[in-house]
C-alpha cells in the first residue's frame, strides 16, 4: 500500500514526534476567544509552524475532539482557475505521529467532476497546504481517516462544495472540514507592492486587503470569496475557502473569526516581504 512520506518536516514544522507534540500542546493550552462557536468546518493558514502554527491551532482546539470525529477532510490550494482538482483516494499519509488512512469512499463521486487527478505513488505533489495541516489531524483525532484536496477557484470549487455537502448530510460518518489559506502575499519576492514599502504598505494589507478577505468569508458569498480574491490577490488558495464556504451555506454557518496575524510580527525586521494569516471557523451565529 502507497505511503506518501512527509515533504516539509523538519523544516517548515518538527519531524520529532516529541518537539511536535511539545508545540502542539503549547498552543492547544492556550484559551480560545470568547467568540468561538460549535463548528466542524476551519480555517487555517499554512506558513511554516513558526509563523502560523499557533494560529491554525486555534481552529483545531475549536474544533470537535477525539471519537468525535472519523473523517478529517482537508482542502488546500495553490492552483490556478482551470487547473483539475487534485485528489488522494488511496493508501496512507505518514505524520509526525504515524500514518493517516486516506477515505477512498468518495473516489467515485469526485470522479463525477469536469477535471480530477488522483494521486497515487507514482504522482503525487509536494504541497503545504494540506501537509501542514497533517500532525494537528493526527494529533487531535488519532483514530480518524483522512481525505486531502487541492481545489482551484472557479467553478470546480463551488462543485467540489456541493459534493461534500452533500456527502456529509447523507452519509452520517462524523467529519470536520479545513480549508486552508494565506492571505496577501505582499513584497518585492511576490511581484506584489502595490503600496510601496514600510509601514503604509503593512497597514494597507492589514487593515484593508487582508480584511476584505475576511469580510467576503463573513458575507456567506461563495462567488463574492472568489472574485475578492483574485482583484484584490489576497488569499493564496481561495478555492478551498470557496468550497468550504459552500458547506457551511448548507448548514447555515457564517463565518467566526478566531486570530490574525502577519509574518512581520514574527519576524519584523523583514520590511520589504510579509505575508498575512488568519483563521476561523463556521459555525452558528453567536
Known sequence: MFQRK???AGSWYPAHPGRCEARIREWLERPLPGGAVP???GVVPHAGWTFSGALAAR?????????EVELAIVMGGHLRAGDPVV??????????????PIFGGLRGALETLPQVIFEDAH????????ELQLPFVKFRWPDAQLLPLRVPPGAQALAVGRLLAE?????????????????THYGPAYGFEPEGSGGKALHWVR???????????ASGD??????????????????AVAALNEIGRGENAVFHLLDYATSQDVRPHDGENFVGYASGIFGAAA
Open 167 to 183: 456527502f456529509i448530510a447523507a452519509s452520517g460518518i462524523r467529519t470536520v472540514t479545513i480549508a486552508s489559506t494565506d492571505l
Open 6 to 8: 512527509m515533504a516539509f
Open 222 to 239: 461563495s462567488e463574492e470569496i472568489l472574485r475578492v480574491a483574485e482583484q484584490r490577490r489576497n488569499a493564496c488558495s481561495p478555492g
Open 123 to 130: 504522482r503525487h505533489f509536494e504541497d503545504n497546504s494540506t
Open 39 to 41: 463548528s466542524r468546518l
Open 59 to 67: 481552529v483545531f482546539q475549536a474544533l470537535p475532539a477525539g471519537p
Open 207 to 217: 487593515g484593508e486587503n487582508d480584511r476584505k478577505f475576511i469580510e467576503a468569508m
Open 87 to 100: 485528489a488522494m483516494t488511496e493508501g496512507s499519509w505518514e505524520t509526525p505521529f504515524g500514518a493517516l
